[in-house]
T-cell receptor, first 115, second 115 residues
Framework: AQKVTQAQTEISVVEKEDVTLDCVYE???????LFWYKQPPSGELVFLIR??????QNEISGRYSWNFQKSTSSFNFTITASQVVDSAVYFC????????????FGPGTRLSVLP | DTGVSQNPRHKITKRGQNVTFRCDPI?????LYWYRQTLGQGPEFLTY????????KSRLLSDRFSAERPKGSFSTLEIQRTEQGDSAMYLC?????????????FGSGTQLSVL
């Protein structure tokens, strides 16, 4: 069965600090997809990134970067120079090729960026 | 493209009443998902449709829950004889089945409170 663990329940940082959100996943599939979503107080989950299991190249998008390590089944998310607007709950998710009920979310990490 | 729309945003009901939620997906998205999210947890899969066909249902979905997607457009989720344990955020997501690049777009959810 697919499983996603986000060990950090809550993180607080001061604005401009860097912060890394951890994600560890479990799957028996050789092909799978990993995602990060952001859920601001408004409630809507906002898509941030999708990564295919066969592509281990790390990705950077502005202040966001993702580190995919297949050997440790981790897909960590780093925000550089955090801002107050980054305050939200962040979810890591995992899906097999069929999606459906095999698209599972972790419990989320609540990030508070203090001014 | 106006995004995924869910109505109502909030619903307060008394135990034993029936409630119905509506989801309007992004136009031309052929997949539609329903998730339930409780406080401090990640979204949990309930069911999903491909066009008008309901392909999968979670074991979480009791007989009191029913979902429809007539004509493969909007979807409704009905809960009969609501219980206090049904209180949660109900999220809808849609996607366009494109194989390798499929990603889910979420609505803002319907917050259900059962008194």
């Amino acid at each position: 069965a697919q499983k996603v663990t986000q060990a950090q329940t809550e993180i607080s940082v001061v604005e401009k600090e860097d912060v890394t959100l951890d994600c560890v996943y479990e799957t028996r599939d050789t092909t799978y997809y990993l995602f990060w979503y952001k859920q601001p107080p408004s409630g809507e989950l906002v898509f941030l990134i999708r990564r295919n299991s066969f592509d281990e190249q790390n990705e950077i998008s502005g202040r966001y970067s993702w580190n995919f390590q297949k050997s440790t089944s981790s897909f960590n998310f780093t925000i550089t120079a955090s801002q107050v607007v980054d305050s939200a709950v962040y979810f890591c998710a995992l899906s097999d090729v069929n999606y459906g009920q095999n698209f599972v979310f972790g419990p989320g990490t609540r990030l508070s960026v203090l001014p | 493209d106006t995004g995924v729309s869910q109505n109502p945003r909030h619903k307060i009901t008394k135990r034993g009443q029936n409630v119905t939620f509506r989801c309007d997906p992004i136009s031309e998205h052929n997949r539609l998902y329903w998730y339930r999210q409780t406080l401090g947890q990640g979204p949990e899969f309930l069911t999903y449709f491909q066009n008008e066909a309901q392909l999968e249902k979670s074991r979480l979905l009791s007989d009191r829950f029913s979902a429809e997607r007539p004509k493969g457009s909007f979807s409704t989720l009905e809960i009969q004889r609501t219980e206090q344990g049904d209180s949660a955020m109900y999220l809808c997501a849609s996607s366009h089945l494109t194989g390798m690049n499929e990603k889910l777009f979420f609505g803002s959810g319907t917050q259900l409170s059962v008194l």
